[in-house]
């Protein structure tokens, strides 16, 4: 039996795969093109689509633990619903879900509602599963290169309140490890949930002071205005999706989306160490640009 990774090429998938070397277990990377995927050695890359029940069955077959990402997408629930079907038809014995933090609290925001639904489904039919909630990703501030070193501005409009970014490493390796655990294990086990974040709750303001320091040049946050966001990821998204994300910092600037200290604790046990901070992504980051 083997452990079946979905969204192996992406982001999160990618570190999954990466963290689960090493934890000797067998695993398989589902994708719309196995026969081009750049895989880590060892793992063996399976056709399927989420949104392709037939290929999902195909995809699931010899599988005993799965790890569920579903991208976000218009029929997003839709898919994390059929899929979670298909596997407890299929008998896997254990689940690791991406959801997100704060998914039950943004109930306007489409796939935090979608997600938390999905959550719902799980605590329902008593899936044997792990939820795992990152907050926003921090390195989702890569794409701040071009304001940070051009303009000297942080464009992110996340407000004054604070969220705990999650570094994308600290999520793969909290996902393969409650993979690897699952897997291991003689017999499905019970249900678990982690709050993914970083150590830090920080506002606009104060990830602008930090990449000042970073990068050793004045920068200044670009404040607040959503509607111009909204324009601008238009040109690179679909319609609904830039206003899904402009629902999303809105919360983030009405509400914030700290992490409590026991969300912290919690996954420093999970990783056997704290989490990653921001101003160390900030520093390797400046770094990395300065090399040209």
Request: aromatic content about 6%.
């Amino acid at each position: 039996m083997a452990i079946l990774v979905t969204g192996s090429t992406g982001t999160i998938g990618s570190q999954v795969l990466a963290h689960l070397q090493g934890r000797n277990v067998d695993v398989r990377a589902m994708t719309r093109s196995p026969e081009t995927a750049r895989l880590p050695a060892g793992v063996i890359p399976v056709r399927g689509d989420p949104g392709d029940v037939e290929s999902l069955r195909a995809a699931l077959q010899g599988i005993s633990t799965l790890f569920l990402l579903v991208p976000n997408v218009a029929d997003e629930l839709t898919q994390a619903m059929l899929a979670l079907t298909v596997a407890r038809e299929s008998g896997v014995k254990g689940i690791v879900y991406l959801s997100v933090f704060k998914g039950a609290a943004y109930a306007d925001v489409p796939h935090f509602a979608g997600k938390y639904t999905v959550e719902r489904m799980i605590d329902a039919l008593d899936l044997p599963a792990t939820i795992l909630r990152p907050a926003y990703f921090i390195q989702n501030d890569f794409r701040q290169k071009d304001p940070l070193l051009t303009f000297g501005a942080y464009g992110a409009p996340i407000g004054a309140k604070g969220i705990s970014m999650v570094d994308i490493r600290d999520i793969g390796e909290a996902a393969a490890i409650e993979l690897a655990r699952r897997e291991h294990a003689a017999a499905p086990l019970g249900r678990e949930a982690y709050e993914l974040v970083g150590p830090d709750s920080l506002t606009g303001e104060e990830i602008a002071a930090i990449w000042r320091k970073a990068l050793g040049r004045p920068i200044r946050y670009g404040g607040d205005d959503l509607g111009m966001m909204e324009q601008r990821l238009r040109t690179m998204l679909p319609a609904w999706h830039a206003l899904d994300l402009r629902l999303m910092f809105a919360r983030y600037q009405a509400d914030g989306a700290a992490a409590t200290p026991d969300d912290v604790a919690r996954l420093t046990r999970l990783l056997g160490g704290a989490p990653r901070a921001y101003a160390s992504f900030a520093r390797d980051a400046a770094a990395q640009w300065a090399k040209g």
